[in-house]
């Protein structure tokens, strides 16, 4: 039965999220399936409880589950600093910016970004932050964090600046929270991509992806940057397409739309 399970649990996640979990730990995996069929109290045949789904409630309750139990959202404030730091380079010269962040997690990095052009007195920029779990698109948007959140990659002086307390929690202030937005969708369907972007920050998420699924992604990704728009991919993840010119920042490979 758990064999039967998993094949169905990888057909699954495929088909939902485009991600091909025979390129990563399977001992992990069969523990992602457990705790996916504990979350549905599902005790017998995966398959045939999917089958049997008839409503749309029952249908979004599923998804909703998978993505949540799949999906990895670690993250933190600048997380990384090479990227901030090649980010940093591009406002010179620049009087606006455009940026998507996908996948945005808990929102940590779309904060950071418009941090970073805040601290700049850069002023004229709106960050787009997608990602596929509802759940933390909705924290994202609450822009509420506590203190070990904060303690990962905010100081006390951007503390002061960019975020209100109460009690144990942090607000993002409204002159941030006025330049970002936030919503659910996947980089595997276009219609959810921003069009017309001049940065695009989608770390750690092709490396779940096989050769296939990788490039629909990209050609998404592409469709959604202005000409001479920047890509920034992953610290081990690497990309070759005609349209995409690399350079390399302080090692860090940093792909242009051409």
Known sequence: M????????????????????????ETRNIGKMNNFLKSLNITNNLEEY???????????EFKKNLIDIVTINETSFFRDKIPFEY????????????????PCS????????????????????????VDISSEVVDYARRGQYNTFEISRGISEDMQNKYFIKD????????????????????????????????????RNLLIYF??????????NLLNSLK???KLILGGGERVSHPSLLVEYYSGMPVYTKI
Do not use: W
Not at 87 to 102: A, C, E, H, N, Y
Not at 174 to 195: E, M
């Open 2 to 25: 758990i064999l039967n399970n998993f094949i169905f649990f990888k057909k699954i996640v495929h088909k939902y999220l485009g991600v091909d979990l025979e390129m990563s730990d």
């Open 50 to 60: 999917y089958r049997a789904l008839t409503t749309d409630e029952e249908k979004e």
């Open 87 to 102: 980010i940093r380079s591009l406002l010179d010269g620049k009087t606006k910016l455009d940026v998507l962040s996908i």
């Open 106 to 129: 808990f929102g940590q990095e779309v904060y950071s970004l418009a941090i970073l052009f805040e601290e700049n007195n850069f002023k004229s920029y709106q960050i787009y932050g």
């Open 167 to 202: 009690e144990k929690k942090f607000d993002v202030s409204p002159k941030i929270r006025s330049k970002v937005s936030f919503s659910v969708g996947s980089v595997l369907d276009r219609n959810v991509f921003i069009n017309s972007v001049d940065l695009i920050l989608c």
């Open 210 to 219: 096989n050769d296939k699924t990788r490039e629909t992604v990209i050609l």
């Open 227 to 229: 000409k001479g728009g």
